[in-house]
């Protein structure tokens, strides 16, 4: 098999970062002498965890829009001509096969540059409702991967659009509970709690868990605590003092926090419902309320509807989140039905499968 050379590109949350790492692992599997390039921003998450993952990294001078006057607003004219031009010079000398765009505004520049070279073009949205950079680069990509059916009424041109599902991270579920307590020094006889809010965490489920300490204690659990950058100073200097309560602003090795719990709490982005799903994971799910076409709420739906998971209104969560919890520590049978459920709604293959299909585009473009 000939060598691929492939450009990924998406960032700004770990919802557009984490779907084109898995991507690429999968296309590596494949093809173990694909050469692949991502391109982001310097200051997102993007930057900080590709390289990890041992991929080449490179990144373009691009912001996301504000209605709001502001600075950055004014100078985005202008970033989107230096990010045009940065992508050219990109595209020119790595010469991709290939270009494959999983959102956020970072890749708009490099898939749409892509296109006008004539590069086949893929788009892989996560979204019910697709993004904004998705429904501008969808009428002229080559394929473009969506997570749910729903999302075809959203997009102007059907023939090019296919269902795949929402491509996670192989390493998830690839560690036993016991690993995975035995990292954190959790006591194995005793619930996990896990709580995030996603890449930037989410302020008013901080401020739910600290509402509901008094239930948590009284059920002792043992919390996982991932706060976002904005409230972990204030979150560890209150709590650090428990043992049984792990804090930190982020973690990247979240394969080992959904094999530790017992439960999570947290948004209900797409790629989070992808990752509960894959790993078996009951969830109290609290919609973030301002997401595009409220797609969140519909991703929530998905699984509360199916019993995989319950729902909490954002404008809810702190007066009803410690009730809901109790009652859920009461019935350990209901835990376990909404873990199989959860279990039974998962999609593991979904990066395998738009890996394949970018595959055989590139073999088909060559013969």
Known sequence: MKSLRVIMTGGGTGGHVFPSIAIADEIKRINPEADILFVGTKKKIESRVVPKRGFAFQTIWISGWSRKVRWESVLFPLKVIVAMIQSFLILKKFKPDVVVGTGGYVCGPVVRTASYL???????????????????????????????????????????????????????????????????NFDASRFVLLVFGGSQGAMTINNAIIESMKVLDEYNVQILWITGDVSYKRINQTFRHRKDCIIVPFLDDMAAAYAAASLAICRAGATTIAELTRTGVPSVLVPYPFAAANHQQFNARTLSDQGAAMLIRNDEVISKLPVQLSDLFDAPEKLNEMRNKAKSLGKPDAGRNVAQAIVELVERGRQ
């Open 118 to 184: 004539g590069i086949p073009t893929v788009i892989q949205e996560q979204n019910s409702f697709p993004g904004v950079t998705t429904r501008m680069l969808a009428p002229r990509a080559t394929q473009v991967h969506i997570t749910f059916d729903e999302t075809r009424k959203y997009l102007k041109r059907q023939d090019n659009v296919y269902t795949s599902g929402n491509p996670t991270r192989d390493e998830l579920g690839s560690i036993t509970r016991d690993q995975a307590l035995r990292k954190f």
